[in-house]
């Protein structure tokens, strides 16, 4: 297995196969970046802060028992807050070393633009699924 | 799953009030010598396969073509200019994106397709014929179809 041409990565939102409305998917795994230079050194010292893990999907839009069906009720407000599993991996198959996992158990929805977009465009939907635990990664 | 056979169909099912209307056959494949008027479903422009992964979807562009009369022929040319119209009773965008789903507004030509949409036409197209004849009047529309693989 060497390079490969995305086009079969599986992407699960609250244990709901979503991945044949995912027109493209990030995993961002992030920490802030703290500044500890001090006098003298002539360079940036960088320590990582709070991790700020999240995944990116642009889903094709679909009404029909599909994207807004599984994600509109994730929405986060005041009175709500669920949060839920999400997982990704680089094809729709076994976790493998070749074909690794990304997980979160408390990933929220916090912004949720269900329709967006100029007359003749298909309708997508681009969505940031923050994680509130670091996104771990398997190979099996 | 896209079925090219079922969109000519379907796209000439469409279409067929137009034909109707505007006297001339509408037949879903390319003809070898059409004789105006004739509206005809060409076929793929353009494929994209993939717009979603794991096969979930590709974006088709089929064209429809219209032979209309001689070039020299007014009334050709008064029809053809209502065909090019986005609407009106002989506008072929408006005969195409027909709405028969009651789900959505979406125009999936009986169930086959996810949506669609005619984007664009090629305005006036004079289309050669053989030495001794005239030269054919008419125009090719663009139609994007989203549907699952």
Redesign the interface.
Known sequence: MGKHI??????SVNGENL?????S?AVIQDADDVDVSTMGTGVHEHLAGLRNDRFEVTF?QD??DSVDDALSPLVADADSQPTFAMIVKAF?ATVTTTNPQWESTETILLTYQPLSGNV?D?SEAQVTFPSNSGIVRTTS | MFDLEQVRAGLKANLDALGAAVGCQVVPYMLGNPTPPTIEIMGPDEILY????????D?NIVIIRAFVGITVDQAAQITLDKMLQSSGSLSVKEAVEKIDSN??GRVTLGGIVDDL?V?RSAGYQVYPQPAGQDDVLGSSWFVEI?S?S
């Open positions: 995305i086009k079969d990565a599986y992407v991945s044949n409305r995912v027109a998917v094709i009404f029909s729709d003749g298909r | 993939d717009i979603a992964g794991s096969r979930g979807g974006q789900d959505g949409r984007t989203l699952d």
